[in-house]
């Protein structure tokens, strides 16, 4: 690993890049904002119903099409929590990831099996007895 302030810094832009947040955050406020919305319409349905006569199947009606809108807006807002729960989840592994390499001497003085487990994809032996290793950059080795 020569090039190690190459590939924390690959890490980094990685981390940064798929875990952001920010478009998120702002789809976040908009379904906030809409959850707010619907739910003044709904105070403002509701009291309308209390102070005037009208046919209680329209306000059924209208109160299930405010629900609606309402139940959508949070589904959204949901997904979209989970969503970000899930990068900022991404980004603390990745964080990880970079403390502990900044941490790792240049060469591997002994066996590691966490790092071996972490570069091999797979092994296959094959029929004349030599051995394939195939890792998770593409490489492939043959012994």
């Not at 997904?79 to 001497?105: H, V």
Request: with cysteine; net charge negative.
């Amino acid at each position: 690993m020569g090039n190690r302030s190459t590939v924390l810094a690959d890490c980094e832009l990685i981390r940064q890049t798929i875990c952001d947040t920010t478009a998120l955050d702002a789809e976040m406020q908009q379904e906030q904002d809409e959850m707010a919305v619907v739910s003044e319409l709904m105070q403002a349905h509701i009291k309308k119903n209390a102070s005037v006569a009208q046919s209680q199947e329209a306000y059924a009606l209208e109160t299930e099409r405010i629900e609606k809108r309402y139940n959508a807006a949070l589904e959204h807002y949901t997904t979209l929590e989970k969503e970000k729960e899930m990068r900022i989840r991404k980004s603390n592994e990745i964080s990880a990831f970079i403390t502990t390499l900044k941490k790792q001497p240049l060469t591997v003085p002994e066996w590691n099996e966490r790092l071996w487990i972490t570069l091999l994809d797979k092994a296959i032996v094959h029929r004349d007895g030599s051995i394939e290793f195939r890792f998770k950059s593409g490489k492939k080795i043959i012994t």
